[in-house]
């Protein structure tokens, strides 16, 4: 079965510094893969997605992911976080042509000023 | 305004009071999806719908039933509540699949 694991159920990083969040999941064929942000009390917004071609995928407000097939990850980078980025983020795997979806468990991020 | 419109945003309601929470898009989207979010377990699937008379079912539609009789709207049956029903439900709507999901705002489902 379909399954996205997050390992990092929470992390806390200075304002300024770098981010990673992880994101592994297991499927067969090459999936259709997101990244999600949910800020308090709030619907989810994407982030970025990827289907095909360039492994290194580029989103809204600074964020960027790499797809590694040999690795089945797609891990979610930012340079130099700001305070507005604390939200939570979750990764997605969608199949069947995208219309199933499964998401991993969320990482909780927290900005330290 | 482009919105997914979920009504109501907060319910409380007993074991086995049949409920209905509604959703719509104004966007023309063929996909529409509902999701429960619940603490640990992340997002998970109830049921989707790629157009009009068209839904199939996600990871976990027990206990649940969808319609989709118009393109624009897209509800949630609960027909028998049950406690482990308690959960955060989004509705969502797309173009299609696999393309960038709009989420509603949520509702806060509480069955005691």
């Known amino acids: 079965a379909q399954s996205v694991t997050q390992p990092d159920i929470h992390i806390t990083v200075s304002e300024g510094a770098s981010l990673e969040l992880r994101c592994n999941y297991s499927?067969?064929?090459?999936?259709?893969l997101f990244w999600y942000v949910q800020s308090p009390g709030q619907g989810l917004q994407l982030l970025l997605k990827?289907?095909?071609?360039?492994?290194l995928v580029q989103g809204i407000k600074g964020f960027e992911a790499e797809f590694k097939r040999s690795q089945s990850s797609f891990n979610l980078r930012k340079p130099s976080v700001h305070w507005s980025d604390a939200a939570e983020y979750f990764c997605a795997v969608g199949y069947q042509g995208a219309q199933k979806l499964v998401f991993g468990q969320g990482t909780r991020l927290t900005i330290n000023p | 305004e482009a919105q997914v419109t979920q009504n109501p945003r907060y319910l409380i309601t007993v074991t086995g009071k049949k409920l209905t929470v509604t959703c719509s898009q104004n966007m023309n989207h063929e996909y529409m999806s509902w999701y429960r979010q619940d603490p640990g377990l992340g997002l998970r699937q109830i049921y989707y719908?790629?157009?009009?008379?068209?839904?199939d079912k996600g990871d976990v539609p027990e206990g649940y039933k969808v319609s989709r009789k118009e393109k624009r709207n897209f509800p949630l049956i609960l027909e028998s509540p049950s406690p482990n029903q308690t959960s955060l439900y989004f509705c969502?709507?797309?173009?299609?699949?696999?393309?960038?999901?709009?989420f509603g705002s949520g509702t806060q489902l509480s069955v005691l």
């Open positions: 990827y289907f095909s071609g360039d492994t």
């Open positions: 969502a709507s797309s173009f299609s699949g696999n393309e960038k999901l709009f």
């Open positions: 719908s790629m157009n009009v008379e068209v839904t």
């Open positions: 499927y067969g064929a090459t999936p259709y």
